[in-house]
């Protein structure tokens, strides 16, 4: 069992910037592949971006392609989500994900979950 936890959401002003960090409670999960999803109001939870686990290939929907970036440290244990030039659009929560599938972007091939972490664009 591996439990995530996110931080690093907040309110920020549209083009501003911020820095998610997903770590697991009580043991490593530099075996596993990452995954960041969001959920705003309303909609579906969607794919944003995957890391390997070596952190040697990324993935990232188009609508943040060039604006986030994903990251990890797995001497530290952490997993990032650099976010810039933030939208309105971009207003949901964060959620991070653990898998042991290759960059896969369904919610269903994502086996653990953290709580998520909210994150506030203003226009």
């Known amino acids: 069992q591996v439990q995530l936890v996110e931080s690093g959401g907040g309110l920020v002003q549209a083009g501003g910037s911020l820095r998610l960090s997903c770590a697991p409670s009580?043991?490593?999960?530099?075996?596993?592949?990452i995954g960041w999803f969001r959920q705003a109001p309303g909609k579906e939870r969607d794919f944003v971006a995957a890391?390997?686990?070596?952190?040697?290939?990324?993935y990232y929907t188009d609508s943040v392609k060039g604006r986030f970036t994903i990251s990890r440290d797995n001497a530290k244990n952490t997993v990032y989500l650099q976010m810039n030039s933030l939208k309105p659009e971009d207003t949901a929560v964060y959620y991070c994900?653990?898998?042991?599938?290759?960059?896969?972007?369904?919610?269903?091939?994502?086996?653990?979950w953290g709580q998520g972490t909210q994150v506030t664009v203003s226009s």
């Open positions: 994900a653990a898998s042991t599938l290759f960059l896969v972007v369904s919610t269903s091939q994502y086996d653990y």
């Open positions: 009580g043991r490593t999960f530099s075996n596993y592949h």
């Open positions: 890391i390997t686990w070596s952190g040697s290939n990324t």
